[in-house]
Structure formats: structure tokens, C-alpha cells
């Protein structure tokens, strides 16, 4: 569905993302996990056509992204950025209808795919009218999925959309995201700095560091058969403190 081949960006002097090749498998959820400034939000943002690549190629379904298709196939893409980004000035309707209303929609079918978003994000109705500062934070989560998935995308992209909730409303919705992702029958790719995160919502894990794919597989691979010692260095620092004094008491 996307694939990456030879891709990478530089600011100036310093290296974003190094040559990079990725496929994307149809209809199955990548995460792209590493520690800040390790170039994550960097590839997400390319495949988005926010910035352009300095060489390499991107494609989308088999067609080349290009400045001349950017926009059309934009369209065919979610996109669910740090914290949201809402516009706090529109309800969560008008956020959530933004696109569909340019794109010329009618009432009837904003209001028939506003119904399917609210019972799949479990988002309640009476909330759309409501503006955002008048939402808690995961309700402001789930009017972003839902503003990202209003027009059916083909692909649905996600850079850290549970990095600013606190653990109890971020570990409620990554239980209703796994279903989401699955009903959506969308291509995912999700950023996230969260290992136990990533396990759970991912088919595969793209482990970065220093803007380089360190190790591409399933969490079994990467605990099992790490390709280096970073990948184990990086799976061990994630581990919570309790969990840690619990494995070393059972070695004992």
C-alpha cells in the first residue's frame, strides 16, 4: 500500500533520515518507535508530503508521490498530529466535517459517516457541538481519529496521538485504537516512543535510532533476536521499575 525506497532528509548539516527503504503491508498497523530526534516523525511527514525528500522515491498504492498528485492523493491519507491540532475556533463537527464539506458533501452524507465515526471512536453525540477547550483530552483524541478517517482514507498516519494523556485515558484508548484499526481496514503507521505501546497496536515494529532503521519485525524478534545491542538496551529502558524488581526477585 506505501513503500519507502531510498528516501532521506538533511537540514543543513545534520542527517534527519539516512537512505531509508520501507513496505508498508495492506491493511496491517506499523510502528515506528526510537528515541527523540531519531528521525520518526521525520518519515511520517514525508509519507504525509509535508516536506520533500532530498532523493528517493515514495509511493502511494503504486502510483509516485509527486507535487502534481500531492493534493489527490492527500486525500486518500488520515493524518492525526501531536496533541490533535484542532482548530479551537470550530466545534468538534466543523472539525471533524472540515475536508467533507470543502470536497462538497452533502448534509445527509456528513451526517451518516459523523454517526458511523461517534459509535466507532464511542464519542458521544452530544459532544459535536461542543469546542474543543470544552472537551477533556480524550475526547479531543478521538475527534482528531475520527477527523483523520472522515473521508474512508486508504491509509491512516499517527505521530504519538497518546503522548500528552495521562495513563488512565491513554491506556483506555489504546484498547478502543486496536479495535478502531481493525474496523478502519486502513494501512497504519503509528509513531510513538513506547515499546509496550507499540506491541500492542503494531503487526510490525520499525525500531529507529539516529535516522537509521536499526531493526524492522515483530516485538518477538526484536526481544528475541535483537540485531544489536541497542535494540536490547532500548527494550530493557522501557521496562517499568516494578516490573524490573519482579524479574530480578524471580531470578533470585
Sequence with gaps: MLAIHGISKCYGQTVALHPAT???????????????????????????????PDQGIIQFDGEELREDNLQAIRRRLGYVIQEGGLFPHLTARDNISLMASRLDWSDSQIDERLSELCSLTKFPRDGLNRFPAELSGGQRQRVSLMRALMLRPKVLLLDEPLGALDPLIRA?????????FRAAEATVILVTHDMGEAAYLADSIVLMRAGKIVQQGLFQDLWRQPADEYVTEFINAQRSPLETMTVEGEAQ
Design 172 to 180: 483506555d484508548l489504546q484498547r478502543d485504537l486496536r479495535e478502531i
Design 22 to 52: 520501507i513496505s508498508f503491508i495492506a491493511g496491517k498497523t506499523t510502528a515506528l518507535i526510537g528515541p527523540s530526534g531519531c528521525g520518526k516523525s521525520t518519515l511520517l511527514r514525508l509519507l504525509v508530503g509535508l516536506i520533500p
